[in-house]
């Protein structure tokens, strides 16, 4: 299989990055990683929001966002986001939306894990196929990306914006904008083959596995 082209490593690591994000608080050394990035200012959206990210993580520390992500994203009953497909596609969890994703990942190859409470149409969990799928260099990507995340997830991103706490509301934003680039950049892929997945794989404490072929 050839090389993942720059720009597609560097879309994986984002997914990958998100979905450890949504999952949990970062750690003191993903936390110190993202406070000494060096952001080329380049006048774009994206690039103002990964800098406002970097700069949050420098000015927060680790239990302070360990309280913050439970009150932003997870709450005793839930949180301020309610990060699921069929909460914002359906309003209320665990309907159509889920259903259809299940059915696609099925269809895809992957299924749920036997580690995670969370149903698969968490947004971490989407995050993290859109990064094996891009690490497959499969064309579904686009699809999926189309069918499963583009009708949803801006808003999602856009909510987690609003929050009380400067380093989810960053986070909130640069989701929203890297969303927003996806958009146009799959959008412009009109012309791809599909390519079936082979290679076992996993998520790293996602909502879902790869199946055996």
Known sequence: MPQLSETDALRMDIYQLFASLLRQAPDSELLA????????????????CWGALSQAASQ???DSLKRAHFRHLVGVIQGDVVPYASWYRNGE??????????????????ERSEHT?????????????????????????????????????RRCWDDLAKVDTAFYSALGQLGGAFIE???ARLSDQAAYQPVRIVEPASYNAGAARKATP
């Open 33 to 48: 990683w993202l406070a000494s990035l060096d952001i080329e200012q380049d006048g774009s959206r994206i690039a103002e």
């Open 60 to 62: 927060s520390d680790v």
């Open 93 to 110: 969890l665990m309907e159509a939306a889920l259903v259809a994703l299940r059915q696609d990942l099925r269809a895809l190859g992957f």
């Open 117 to 153: 409470r969370d149903p698969e149409d968490h947004l971490a969990a989407m995050c993290e196929v859109m990064a094996m799928l891009i690490a497959a260099q499969n064309g579904e990507q686009f699809t999926f990306f189309q069918q499963h995340i583009a009708p949803w997830a």
């Open 181 to 183: 680039s996806e958009q």
